[in-house]
C-alpha cells in the first residue's frame, strides 16, 4: 500500500467482519490495530482500542449482518470510541448492510430504517461510509458525508470469464430492479441480458417469475442479483429458464446472507452452481458444495488504499 507521508493509517477489524477484515489488512500489507470486544452476561456489548490512534485515518471494517442489530450497535461505539480517542478522520467500512432495504416508506406506520441507521452513524461520528452493492443505492442521500459504493461485479466476472463463451451464455435478472446491474454485467462479459417479471405480494420473501424477457432457449444462464436470504427469486427464475430451455444455470449473488434452509432449497433446485462473495461471514449452517464463494477484500483494500491517499474511487468501476 502507497502510504500517506502526512497522516497514519489505523484499521480496526469488528467481530462481525474478523476474516475479511484479515485479508484486507493482508492485501493493505498493514497490520490490524489491536482492539476487544467483550459482550456481558446480559448482552451489553462493550469495545476497547488498545492502540494509540491520535491523529489517525482510522477505518472500522464491520458488517451489518445477522445479528444485525447486535453488530450495528457494536459499529458505533466503534466510531464513538475512535472519535473519543482523537483520530483524524473515521470511515465505516460496511461490507453488507442490511437495513439498505428499508428505504422508503411504501405503507402506513412503518419506519425508514435505513435513514435511521445513517443518522446514527453520523451522530456517532462517521466522517465517511464505505459499502457494496446497496440494495437501494439511493439510501446514500440520507448521509450527509461522502458514501463510496463499492461493486463486487469484478471479482464475480474474473471468475465466470473462464467458464463463459459468449454465444452459449446470457446474463439474467430476476426482476427489473436488478436489471440495470445485469446490463453492466453483460456489458463487461459480453453477453445479452434477459429480465424476469416478478412478483412479490407481501414481505415473506416468497417470490413469483411469471415471464422472462429474453430467448433463453438452448443457452447456459448465469443470474445476478445482489442479496440471497432464503433463494426464492433465484430458484424461481432459474425455474422459468429451464422451462424455457435453458441448459445450465448458474447464480452469482454479492451478500450470501442464506437464511436457515435456503441451502436445502438451492441444493434441491436446478441451479447447478452458485458465487458468493465474502461480505457476509456469519453462517446458520456449514456451506453445501453447490456453493463458492469469492473475496472481495483486494477491492476493499484498494478502495481504502486510494481513500487514505486522496485517490479516485471511480477509477475502480469505468463506465
Not at 104 to 117: L, Q
Request: glycine letters at 6%; one cysteine or more; aromatic letters at 8%.
Amino acid at each position: 500500500m502507497k502510504r500517506n507521508q502526512g497522516k497514519e493509517i489505523a484499521v480496526i477489524i469488528g467481530s462481525a467482519s474478523p476474516e475479511l477484515g484479515k485479508n484486507i489488512c493482508k492485501h493493505l500489507d498493514i497490520k490490524p490495530t489491536e482492539s476487544e470486544v467483550i459482550t456481558f452476561s446480559e448482552g451489553n456489548t462493550f469495545v476497547r482500542i488498545l492502540e494509540n490512534v491520535r491523529g489517525k485515518d482510522t477505518y472500522v471494517i464491520q458488517g451489518v449482518h445477522y445479528p444485525v442489530d447486535r453488530n450495528f450497535m457494536e459499529l458505533l461505539f466503534w466510531i464513538d470510541a475512535l472519535k473519543l480517542a482523537s483520530a483524524a478522520k473515521v470511515t465505516a467500512v460496511i461490507p453488507f448492510f442490511s437495513y439498505a432495504k428499508g428505504d422508503k416508506k411504501d405503507e402506513p406506520r412503518v419506519s425508514i430504517r435505513a435513514r435511521v441507521c445513517l443518522d446514527a452513524l453520523e451522530a456517532a461520528g462517521a466522517d465517511r461510509v464505505v459499502t457494496m452493492d446497496l440494495h437501494s443505492p439511493q439510501i446514500q442521500g440520507f448521509f450527509r458525508k461522502p458514501v463510496d459504493h463499492l461493486f463486487a461485479r469484478s471479482a464475480i466476472n474474473t471468475y465466470f470469464s473462464r467458464l463463459i463463451k459468449p454465444d452459449e451464455w446470457v446474463v439474467a435478472s430476476a426482476d427489473v430492479g436488478y436489471g440495470k446491474n445485469a446490463f453492466k454485467f453483460g456489458q463487461e462479459l459480453g453477453l445479452p441480458v434477459v429480465i424476469g417479471n416478478k412478483i412479490r405480494k407481501d414481505h415473506s420473501e416468497n417470490a413469483q417469475i411469471w415471464n422472462i424477457v429474453g430467448d433463453v432457449a438452448g443457452k447456459n444462464v448465469l443470474i445476478v442479483d445482489d442479496i440471497i436470504f432464503t433463494g426464492g427469486s433465484l430458484i424461481a427464475m432459474a425455474q422459468a429458464a429451464k422451462n424455457q430451455g435453458a441448459k445450465d444455470i448458474y447464480a452469482a449473488v454479492t451478500h450470501g446472507v442464506l437464511t436457515q434452509s435456503a441451502q436445502q432449497k438451492l441444493s434441491d433446485s436446478v441451479i447447478k452452481e452458485v458465487i458468493i462473495t465474502d461480505t457476509v461471514e456469519y453462517r446458520f449452517e456449514p456451506l453445501s458444495s453447490k456453493i463458492k464463494v469469492v473475496t472481495v477484500a483486494p477491492l476493499f483494500a484498494e478502495a481504502i488504499s486510494r481513500i487514505h491517499n486522496n485517490e479516485s474511487i471511480s477509477a475502480l468501476f469505468p463506465v
